[in-house]
């Protein structure tokens, strides 16, 4: 698939989360995607976060349709978030914590805080933020797959490439 093409499909698929994208049709999506957010961050922060909410959906759906052309379940593209999520939150719940132990103490001590608070905070986090690399990483080599060339429980396979 050309890069007009897929830019095309992209546009004409806006929504749709149902069959393939080839590995074409998702790169040159993506290469589009990044010169227009980088054209768009130069000219200005409104304009860019325009672009940006106009080709988040085609972008999911491309993504989605992606993971099914390697027979996978679009639910794939959540699970980064997910951990990466509870990363955060526990993270935000140690500060709260170490915040709270340095309001009770008399004196100001980080260390003091840092060993009052629940340690498995951290230890959490640490995971969740490691599962969501290993997770980001795991979705990026599903697109960097060649495409199933039979026919899977998401539908045929794309048309052949063409330039």
């Given at each position: 698939?050309?890069?007009?093409?897929?830019?095309?499909?992209?546009?004409r698929?806006?929504?749709?989360?149902?069959?393939?994208?080839?590995?074409?049709?998702?790169?040159?999506?993506?290469?589009?995607?990044?010169?227009?957010?980088?054209?768009?961050?130069?000219?200005?922060?409104?304009?860019?976060?325009?672009?940006?909410?106009?080709?988040?959906?085609?972008?999911?759906?491309?993504?989605?349709?992606?993971?099914?052309?390697?027979?996978?379940?679009?639910?794939?593209?959540?699970?980064?978030?997910?951990?990466?999520?509870?990363?955060?939150?526990?993270?935000?719940?140690?500060?709260?914590?170490?915040?709270?132990?340095?309001?009770?103490?008399?004196?100001?001590?980080?260390?003091?805080?840092?060993?009052?608070?629940?340690v498995?905070?951290?230890?959490?986090?640490?995971?969740?933020?490691?599962?969501?690399?290993?997770?980001?990483?795991?979705?990026?080599?599903?697109?960097?797959?060649?495409?199933?060339?039979?026919?899977?429980?998401?539908?045929?396979?794309?048309?052949?490439?063409?330039?």
């Amino acid at each position: 698939m050309s890069f007009v093409n897929a830019i095309k499909s992209g546009f004409r698929n806006y929504v749709t989360f149902k069959g393939r994208a080839s590995r074409s049709e998702f790169w040159w999506w993506t290469l589009f995607a990044v010169l227009v957010q980088s054209a768009t961050s130069i000219i200005d922060d409104t304009v860019n976060s325009i672009a940006s909410l106009a080709l988040l959906l085609p972008g999911i759906a491309v993504n989605v349709r992606r993971l099914h052309d390697t027979n996978r379940r679009g639910t794939w593209l959540i699970w980064p978030l997910i951990t990466l999520v509870v990363g955060i939150v526990s993270f935000v719940l140690f500060a709260v914590a170490a915040s709270l132990d340095l309001a009770k103490s008399s004196e100001w001590d980080l260390e003091n805080a840092v060993q009052g608070a629940p340690v498995a905070f951290v230890v959490v986090g640490g995971v969740a933020l490691l599962a969501t690399l290993v997770l980001g990483l795991l979705n990026l080599s599903f697109t960097l797959m060649k495409s199933d060339p039979e026919m899977n429980r998401f539908g045929p396979p794309p048309p052949p490439r063409s330039l």
